[in-house]
């Protein structure tokens, strides 16, 4: 069984992101760049499938420029087969990743797909379950432990007032959430091995996609920040402060 | 405009969620609330009652029991092209169905919408709340998420508006609920609750949160959890505030024993009041807390519980 992880290479998730100041986006230069945390737990599930003797290949696909070459290998250091990027520097929005995943599942017939719930900078969450609507396969999203079989999947998810199980057919799409594991670090032998494994590179015209945006950004803003509040001595205090100066309580 | 708001409802009441995106929906256009599930009469009798809401599409079948999003997602595309705009709320169960509507649709899809600029243009939050987007749509169709904690809950009408029982549409076959654990409380919950206390990390061990009950007995309180406390196995997951987690912003916000990392700030930092008990001046809590207490918070906890008595 072929598992295809898509990656996506966003600014490092402990980086305090700066917007610029014309408005037009985030400071990007100089910026510790990682894999998006999620992608690096769909990547840990897909290895340890891997090693637990269901799955025979893990195919590790990053869209975006260049550079994501090196999350890719990052992958392939973790224990993933070999990798494909499909190279653009244009900033494509959910639907078009949908539809370029698409593609390279058809063409390489994957009966299982596990992607991060969601990216840590555009924090759109819907990749997954679009390309479940494309494909017309079932989803389990935000999965918190996955049992694999031959022929079908038994998913748990963390749903807002606790946990759902489904099982759900093959071929099926999952999204990591958090707790579905502890990603390993890849060691330096590893790091080594992986710059040998296979790295396909394509473009978005080749898999002729049109990946036009239909949402534009008209401008990225700074939030209100707050202010720095006071520090009370004793919880006295505090309690009065809460009930004649903030009247909360 | 026409806009298709779906609801979330437990059979019987409309969740508060639904109340707050019902006021998102209110500036875009007519609405029209669709109840879908097994056995939800009732839900469907009180959606009618919701103030904004011109119509009830009520859709009853078993095979909505457990609102499985391919399901719910064949349903929504089949109304899809008599509305302008369709929203949910952006929670477990929008975030889940809303994105394979949009893709079904083939035009994009919009996520925690805070602020409606215009029938086409939306802000929301990326990077954890770090920075605010304004985007604009030039589909024929916007798909919503909205972000419940940004609007008010709609209010009550005296009339009720007209209900339209339609057929259901085809079964996913291919996804089966198997079962579902889910912690009942007898508190408010987390996203319309007025006063939320969160542990931390600094909680140490699970038990130690029965403190917490204490304090929020004393206030009508729910109870969060950092991401830290959840991972450590404190408190279960659906107790998790923050950016991956859930979104809050409550009256008053207590934070016990959490630092303040600023994926956590990201679920709480629009609370009205936000209290801060850490045993580390240096925590980053402070820095957005309104009143910070530096101190042990096994002392301050249940010093807090006197003094509230």
């Given at each position: 069984?072929?598992?295809?992880?898509?990656?996506?290479?966003?600014?490092?998730?402990?980086?305090?992101?700066?917007?610029?100041?014309?408005?037009?986006?985030?400071?990007?230069?100089?910026?510790?760049?990682?894999?998006?945390?999620?992608?690096?737990?769909?990547?840990?599930?897909?290895i340890r499938l891997k090693e637990s003797g269901f799955v025979t290949e893990v195919i590790i696909?990053?869209?975006?420029?260049?550079?994501?070459?090196?999350?890719?290998?990052?992958?392939?250091?973790?224990?993933?087969?070999?990798?494909?990027?499909?190279?653009?520097?244009?900033?494509?929005?959910?639907?078009?990743?949908?539809?370029?995943?698409?593609?390279?599942?058809?063409?390489?017939?994957?009966?299982?797909?596990?992607?991060?719930?969601?990216?840590?900078?555009?924090?759109?969450?819907?990749?997954?379950?679009?390309?479940?609507?494309?494909?017309?396969?079932?989803?389990?999203?935000?999965?918190?432990?996955?049992?694999?079989?031959?022929?079908?999947?038994?998913?748990?998810?963390?749903?807002?007032?606790?946990?759902?199980?489904?099982?759900?057919?093959?071929?099926?799409?999952?999204?990591?959430?958090?707790?579905?594991?502890?990603?390993?670090?890849?060691?330096?032998?590893?790091?080594?091995?992986?710059?040998?494994?296979?790295?396909?590179?394509?473009t978005p015209a080749e898999l002729d996609v049109d990946v036009t945006p239909s949402l534009k950004?008209?401008?990225?803003?700074?939030?209100?920040?707050?202010?720095?509040?006071?520090?009370?001595?004793?919880?006295?205090?505090?309690?009065?402060?809460?009930?004649?100066?903030?009247?909360?309580? | 405009?026409?806009?298709?708001?779906?609801?979330?409802?437990?059979?019987?009441?409309?969740?508060?969620?639904?109340?707050?995106?019902?006021?998102?929906?209110?500036?875009?256009?007519?609405?029209?609330?669709?109840?879908?599930?097994?056995?939800?009469?009732?839900?469907?009798?009180?959606?009618?009652?919701?103030?904004?809401?011109?119509?009830?599409?009520?859709?009853?079948?078993?095979?909505?029991?457990?609102?499985?999003?391919?399901?719910?997602?064949?349903?929504?595309?089949?109304?899809?092209?008599?509305?302008?705009?369709?929203?949910?709320?952006?929670?477990?169960?929008?975030?889940?169905?809303?994105?394979?509507?949009?893709?079904?649709?083939?035009?994009?899809?919009?996520?925690?919408?805070?602020?409606?600029?215009?029938?086409?243009?939306?802000?929301?939050?990326?990077?954890?709340?770090?920075?605010?987007?304004?985007?604009?749509?030039?589909?024929?169709?916007?798909?919503?998420?909205?972000?419940?904690?940004?609007?008010?809950?709609?209010?009550?009408?005296?009339?009720?508006?007209?209900?339209?029982?339609?057929?259901?549409?085809?079964?996913?076959?291919?996804?089966?609920?198997?079962?579902?654990?889910?912690?009942?409380?007898?508190?408010?919950?987390?996203?319309?609750?007025?006063?939320?206390?969160?542990?931390?990390?600094?909680?140490?061990?699970?038990?130690?949160?029965?403190?917490?009950?204490?304090?929020?007995?004393?206030?009508?309180?729910?109870?969060?959890?950092?991401?830290?406390?959840?991972?450590?196995?404190?408190?279960?997951?659906?107790?998790?505030?923050?950016?991956?987690?859930?979104?809050?912003?409550?009256?008053?916000?207590?934070?016990?024993?959490?630092?303040?990392?600023?994926?956590?700030?990201?679920?709480?930092?629009?609370?009205?009041?936000?209290?801060?008990?850490?045993?580390?001046?240096?925590?980053?809590?402070?820095?957005?807390?309104?009143?910070?207490?530096?101190?042990?918070?096994?002392?301050?906890?249940?010093?807090?519980?006197?003094?509230?008595?």
């Amino acid at each position: 069984m072929k598992v295809i992880v898509a990656v996506k290479r966003v600014i490092d998730h402990n980086v305090k992101v700066r917007v610029k100041a014309d408005n037009s986006g985030i400071e990007t230069v100089n910026v510790k760049m990682s894999m998006n945390p999620f992608d690096e737990i769909a990547v840990e599930e897909a290895i340890r499938l891997k090693e637990s003797g269901f799955v025979t290949e893990v195919i590790i696909v990053s869209i975006g420029n260049k550079q994501c070459q090196e999350t890719i290998r990052t992958a392939l250091a973790m224990g993933a087969d070999r990798g494909i990027l499909v190279a653009t520097d244009q900033e494509l929005q959910p639907l078009a990743i949908a539809k370029l995943l698409q593609c390279i599942v058809d063409k390489e017939s994957a009966d299982l797909i596990i992607l991060g719930k969601q990216s840590v900078d555009m924090d759109n969450g819907q990749t997954g379950q679009m390309l479940a609507a494309l494909l017309g396969w079932g989803q389990a999203t935000f999965a918190s432990k996955i049992e694999l079989s031959e022929d079908y999947l038994n998913v748990t998810r963390e749903v807002d007032s606790g946990l759902q199980s489904l099982k759900i057919s093959l071929p099926a799409i999952i999204t990591a959430d958090l707790r579905l594991n502890d990603p390993r670090y890849a060691s330096l032998p590893n790091i080594m091995k992986a710059k040998r494994k296979p790295l396909a590179v394509i473009t978005p015209a080749e898999l002729d996609v049109d990946v036009t945006p239909s949402l534009k950004i008209l401008q990225i803003c700074a939030p209100a920040s707050r202010t720095m509040g006071i520090k009370v001595s004793t919880v006295t205090d505090l309690v009065d402060k809460l009930k004649n100066e903030a009247k909360v309580i | 405009m026409n806009i298709l708001v779906i609801a979330e409802h437990d059979k019987i009441a409309i969740k508060e969620v639904t109340l707050s995106t019902i006021t998102a929906a209110r500036e875009l256009g007519a609405i029209t609330l669709l109840i879908v599930g097994s056995d939800c009469n009732a839900a469907a009798s009180a959606g009618a009652l919701i103030k904004g809401v011109k119509k009830v599409l009520h859709v009853d079948d078993v095979i909505y029991k457990h609102q499985i999003a391919e399901t719910i997602a064949t349903l929504v595309v089949s109304l899809a092209s008599e509305y302008s705009h369709i929203l949910a709320s952006a929670t477990a169960s929008g975030r889940n169905f809303m994105p394979r509507v949009a893709a079904l649709l083939d035009v994009a899809q919009i996520s925690d919408v805070i602020k409606i600029e215009s029938t086409d243009t939306f802000v929301r939050p990326i990077y954890a709340g770090n920075a605010l987007a304004t985007v604009q749509s030039s589909d024929a169709i916007k798909v919503l998420t909205v972000r419940a904690t940004s609007f008010q809950a709609a209010g009550k009408s005296l009339l009720p508006a007209p209900i339209e029982c339609l057929p259901s549409t085809d079964n996913f076959s291919k996804t089966i609920f198997i079962d579902e654990v889910l912690r009942v409380s007898e508190r408010p919950e987390l996203a319309a609750a007025k006063v939320v206390i969160s542990g931390g990390r600094g909680m140490a061990k699970g038990e130690n949160f029965t403190m917490l009950e204490e304090v929020a007995d004393k206030l009508g309180a729910a109870i969060g959890a950092s991401r830290a406390a959840v991972d450590a196995g404190f408190v279960a997951n659906d107790m998790q505030i923050g950016q991956t987690g859930k979104i809050v912003a409550p009256e008053l916000y207590i934070a016990v024993g959490i630092s303040g990392a600023i994926q956590h700030l990201a679920g709480m930092k629009e609370s009205k009041v936000i209290v801060a008990i850490n045993n580390d001046e240096e925590a980053p809590i402070f820095q957005i807390a309104d009143y910070g207490l530096v101190g042990d918070l096994f002392d301050a906890v249940p010093a807090l519980v006197k003094e509230l008595t």
